[in-house]
């Protein structure tokens, strides 16, 4: 099922499987579905809703500002915020506590 707003197209799905297919997830709401062998593809530019989901042998695309980010999280790393990247990487899997901001004392 997909929705409509102001040109851009939502996807809500519950349940599903998608197999083999290319998905971008920015402004997608899915619930109990299952990605197999799909391409997946974060641009960043909208929320993206997921609930329970499974991926399986999937490959990852970050484009826009979403590669932006990657990239510079990875710059940040190798030019010695490697505290401060593994901080938020521990945080994402629920694993200590939040990242300090940049620069707060």
Do not use: H
């Amino acid at each position: 099922m997909a929705k409509e707003r102001l040109g851009v197209t939502f996807v809500i799905a519950k349940d599903q499987t998608f197999t083999g297919l290319t998905i971008c997830l920015d402004g997608g709401t899915f619930s109990n579905c299952r990605f197999e062998r799909c391409t997946i593809i974060i641009s960043g530019v909208l929320p993206i809703s997921l609930e329970n989901p499974r991926f399986v042998d999937c490959q990852w695309s970050f484009i826009g500002p979403a590669s932006t980010t990657v990239s510079f999280m990875a710059a940040m790393y190798r030019a010695g915020a490697k505290d401060l990247i593994e901080a938020t990487c521990n945080s994402i899997m629920g694993k200590g506590p939040r990242p300090s901001a940049l620069g707060a004392q």
